[in-house]
């Protein structure tokens, strides 16, 4: 009985261990746009700021994407978002990234946090833990490059009150589509 006790013992253990990990998420991924180039700056302006650490993604002529995140008021965690995408075009692969939101004023908070809210278009290509990418949608338009979590750069500004960085986390995908992300909000 004790030598069957030992590996279940191990395994909670295991479990114990994992779970501050999972709740530090948030936290590691906050720290990469911190020290990422033009986006650590604007933890200092923006009223607030929407983080998904991982948005995994992928599609074979209709694709799709999935996150969840956490909706900070003045450095505050305020609630949770989840983002979903749909997108029709071609497309092949999968990928991982995680994402950034950042509010320019309350106008922009309230905007996204107010009920179901839309991004537009895009169009980007990832590879591997190396990023470039293109966007143009209702938000604006940016552009960037990244060569994975630990040595990012970022760039771009606000848009309509908005600005948006993403990190690529590894996949690889090919994609010329059409589609957008659309984001809901719960308050804590």
Known sequence: MTKRLIPILALFSLALAVSPAWADEYTSTISVFKNAGESGNFF???YGYAV?????KGGVG???????GRVYEHGKYVGDASMTQLTV???LGGEAYSQIIFFEDQHAFREFTGGNFAFGAEASAIAITAAAGAKANTTGSSAGASAGRHDA????????????????RGGLMYEATVGGQKFS???R
């Open 89 to 91: 075009g071609f497309q």
């Open 185 to 187: 909000y719960t308050p």
């Open 62 to 68: 209709v694709g799709g994407a999935f996150g969840k």
């Open 52 to 56: 998904f650490p991982t948005i995994g």
């Open 44 to 46: 200092r302006t923006a």
């Open 153 to 168: 750069k970022t760039v771009g500004g606000y848009s309509n009150g908005m600005a948006t960085f993403t990190v690529a």
